[in-house]
């Protein structure tokens, strides 16, 4: 658990100082990178763009920039 909560806060810290809201990040989504064996940092850049870009729920690519 410790482990997990490490990595969340990397990402959150990531995102944040990208210029996003740590507030709107998926938990499962980083729950699932870091399943993958995924590095925080690429969580984060994933979290900014699903931030930046309004998704459609059965789209691949995003729509327009917020």
Request: aromatic residues 10%.
């Amino acid at each position: 658990m410790k482990d997990h909560d490490k990595y969340f806060g990397d990402v959150c810290y990531d995102v944040w100082r990208a210029g996003g809201n740590p507030d709107r990040i998926n938990p499962d989504r980083i729950d699932a990178a870091e399943a993958d064996g995924i590095e925080a940092e690429d969580a984060a850049r994933r979290e900014l763009r699903h931030q930046r870009y309004r998704w459609q729920p059965n789209d691949e690519e995003p729509m327009e920039p917020r």
